[in-house]
């Protein structure tokens, strides 16, 4: 069981909206900030977000922000291309180790 | 553009030493940084091995802590994981990357962090049987 929870699945069409959700505790997401990572099928996860801050070379549809203990990755605008596995990630100063979610899988309709 | 790269053995016997290196190419790893050690299992999520600085100092994931030695090689700018005792549990693709930086607004100092990363390697399958 993952130390961060993210949706399993998240779906939209072309053009929409979507926000993918990684919720933890005051341990982690409500202390430090939160990284999403992509990986396309079969291929290396990509840094698309930490915290609120983009990675360069990551398109502006893209972004990030957290409320309480729950951190989002909102991505407007959806296209064919983001289609991926996404993986939220962070530090935990009790367990003392790097946390990560289980992963959300999206899916472009 | 740093790029990274791992390298070893595919294949590894129960119980012995995993043994992986990742060449880093555009950038002194003696300079800055944390350079770290990331895996994921068949069809799992990934799991955080470890991190390493530019001047040797250390974080390891706590239950890997007693197997795990991730160390530096700065005269061939490539840092080293090694995984004792492996089983087949250990089998998965293993990736390094580069920690990630944040810059203060205010004054520019760099704060560099070992428990992000913003540069992936491509990835090396490792099985363990």
């Known amino acids: 069981q993952s130390a961060l929870t993210q949706e399993v699945s998240v779906s939209g069409t072309v053009g929409q909206k979507v926000t993918l959700s990684c919720t933890g505790n005051?341990?982690?997401?409500?202390?430090?900030?939160v990284a999403w990572y992509q990986q396309m099928s079969h291929g290396p996860p990509k840094t698309v977000m930490y915290?609120?801050s983009l990675p360069s070379g990551i398109p502006d549809r893209f972004s990030g922000s957290r409320s309480g203990t729950t951190a989002s990755l909102t991505i407007s605008g959806l296209q064919p291309e983001d289609e991926a596995d996404y993986y939220c990630?962070?530090?935990?100063?009790?367990?003392?180790?790097?946390?990560f979610g289980g992963g959300t899988k999206l899916t472009v309709l | 553009q740093v790029q990274l790269q791992e390298s070893g053995p595919g294949l590894v016997k129960p119980s012995e030493t995993l043994s992986l290196t990742c060449v880093v190419s555009?950038?002194?790893?003696?300079?800055?940084?944390?350079w770290g050690w990331i895996r994921q299992p068949p069809g799992k999520g990934l799991e955080w091995i470890g991190s390493?600085?530019?001047?040797?100092?250390?974080y390891y994931n706590p239950s890997l802590k007693s197997q795990v030695t991730i160390s530096l090689d700065t005269s061939k700018n490539q840092f080293s994981l090694s995984l004792r005792s492996v089983t087949a549990a250990d089998t998965a693709v293993y990736y390094c990357?580069?920690?990630?930086?944040?810059?203060?607004?205010?004054?520019?100092?760099?704060?560099?962090?070992?428990?992000?990363?913003?540069?992936w390697g491509k990835g090396t399958t490792v099985t363990v049987s």
């Open positions: 555009g950038y002194s790893i003696s300079s800055a940084y944390y």
């Open positions: 005051s341990n982690n997401t409500g202390s430090y900030g």
């Open positions: 990357a580069r920690g990630g930086v944040y810059y203060d607004i205010l004054t520019g100092y760099p704060y560099y962090y070992h428990y992000y990363m913003d540069v």
């Open positions: 915290g609120d």
């Open positions: 390493i600085n530019h001047s040797g100092s250390t």
């Open positions: 990630s962070t530090w935990d100063y009790s367990l003392s180790d790097v946390v």
